[in-house]
């Protein structure tokens, strides 16, 4: 695995998202709540492309009518079909085990660190002093 | 008696509101059926003259309604249909009327009727509650009343009702099914509130009973996604001559479609294939599966579970010829199954002793 600086954090606003080619595959990077999650760009039922997903709410219900919410932001529905995808590990609601959408790991570094290395940048000039999305491929 | 075999679908006619019914319906409903000549109330998806309603052998020989006579019924679903035990399920206007009032005191007649007329005179018959779904609170009281009675094992209902079954109105009803160990038994037959279509009104006699199998579909999906299973879990809902054959491709796509929908209905937390699986069952009778091993084969693996069978003859409806209402090829576990330890798991207030 790879270190690669996909983005300034600056890039991607909250509930925002950054589609990037990492060695050649199509890589969706989040920010929910603070956090950034990425995951491959492509839903496993169709192959939508998750960057047009909505992010929504966990939603769970104790009984009919009544809606409990957790985690908003931090589920996918896919644009396509509607399936519901877990953005922090991939699983989707209705069978976890089966059906994921592959997820890497997600770090946030200041330029700083980054420059000591290792890491793989491309495209990306680090300044010491941004900070950035660090994804392990 | 010969080997265990409880047959979950058989139908005992009422000859008449006049002459059946009279004795047991209240002073008020007894003065106004004779002077209001009310009688006659056979439910039109069962007109007594059509051959499928009773086949020939098992019509009485004066021309009364099939299934009217006890001893014919004996003779025909235990001596030569070999049923040990049969449920007896009664499909009668009092279920259709419009006025909640008379259809609650017909219903009552008809409970007490059957208790009296059928239930005393032979141990081995059980009874479905017959209620007024017209007006729930009314079938609510019934069902409280028969709950004492353990020979009465289930609630019927008719599969085209005023409104689809999972509604929160019913809930009540569902309930106390739960409490006492009812099953829900939807059994085909209409109302008469809609079309039997969902696209409106057929021309012909055999489209009216093909398309039950919307009206049963449309009530499962009711069941699950308004959230019935979820609020009362130990409720069984057993689909009485619904045809079996449709299951597969149906609950395929119930969960199919669920995966991307189940937004809308978030108390359904699992697909609803498991939840059919675990909370319905059907009868046998008919089976409408394709006539090689091989399809049956099919059918029962993608159903998937083999729990979900119940013996059944619907005697005297004319389903099939001859002496043997267990569908051909079905596997021998299967046939074991549906006809004791399924049932006594479904019925759960049927005791063979």
């Given amino acids: 695995m790879a270190r690669h600086i996909v983005a300034s954090t600056s890039e991607i606003p909250p509930g925002g998202n950054k589609v990037v080619d990492v060695a050649g595959r199509d890589i969706v990077v989040f920010h929910i709540n603070g956090e950034y999650f990425a995951l491959l760009n492509r839903c496993p039922h169709e192959g939508a492309p998750l960057e047009k997903a909505a992010c929504v709410a966990r939603l769970t219900s ?28 991939g699983q989707s609601w209705f069978d976890p085990k089966r059906f994921k959408i592959r997820s890497y790991p997600v770090a946030v570094e200041r330029g700083g660190e980054l420059q000591k290395g290792p890491y793989v940048a491309e495209t990306f000039p680090v300044h010491v002093e941004d900070s950035y999305v660090i994804v392990e491929v | 008696m010969a080997v265990t075999r409880i047959d979950c679908d058989i139908h005992p006619a009422v000859g008449g509101t006049r002459t059946t019914l009279l ?10 059926v004779v002077s209001r000549a009310i009688d006659g109330l056979d439910l039109t998806s069962y007109p007594p003259s059509m051959p499928l309603t009773g086949r020939a052998d098992w019509r009485p020989a004066n021309g009364a309604k099939p299934g009217s006579d006890l001893a014919m019924v004996q003779e025909g679903a235990f001596d030569q249909l070999g049923a040990s035990h049969a449920i007896l399920n009664v499909l009668y206007g009092a279920q259709a009327v419009f006025d909640p009032y008379m259809a609650a005191d017909f219903c009552k007649a008809i409970n007490d009727w059957i208790a009296a007329e059928w239930l005393s005179r032979d141990p081995r018959l059980r009874a479905s509650i017959v209620v007024p779904m017209q007006a ?29 079954l999972g509604r929160r109105h019913f809930w009540p009803v569902y309930q106390l099914a739960e409490k006492h160990k009812l099953p829900l038994a939807i059994h085909a037959g209409s109302q008469y509130r809609q079309a039997p279509s969902s696209a409106g009104w057929p021309s012909h006699r055999y489209e009216y009973y093909f398309v039950e199998a919307q009206a049963f579909q449309a009530q499962i999906l009711s069941l699950i996604y308004e959230g019935v299973f979820g609020k009362f879990p130990n409720l069984k809902v057993v689909l009485m001559e619904s045809g079996v054959s449709w299951l597969p491709a149906f609950m395929w796509r119930a969960n199919k479609t669920w995966r991307g929908v189940r937004v809308e209905v978030p108390w359904v937390e699992r697909e609803p294939a498991s939840i059919i699986r675990d909370n319905f069952r059907v009868t046998m009778q008919p089976f409408d599966a394709p006539g090689d091993a091989k399809s049956v084969e099919e059918i029962i693996d993608q159903i998937g579970s083999e729990k979900m069978f119940l013996f059944a003859s619907d005697y005297p ?37």
């Fill in chain 2, 136 to 164: 729930r609170d009314l079938a609510v009281e019934e069902i409280e009343r028969r709950a004492v009675d353990n020979r009465f094992v289930s609630i019927l209902v008719l599969a085209q009702g005023e409104t689809l």
């Fill in chain 2, 317 to 353: 409806h004319w389903q099939f010829d001859g002496d043997d209402p267990i569908p051909p090829h079905l596997p021998k576990s299967i046939i074991e199954k549906m006809c004791v330890d399924n049932p006594l798991e479904t019925f759960a207030r049927l005791s063979l002793h």
């Fill in chain 1, 62 to 89: 104790p009984e009919p009518g009544v809606y409990e919410r957790s985690r908003v932001g931090e589920m996918l529905r896919c644009p396509w079909h509607g399936w519901e995808f877990d953005m922090r590990n």
């Fill in chain 2, 23 to 32: 004795p047991y319906l209240s002073d008020h409903w007894k003065e106004q």
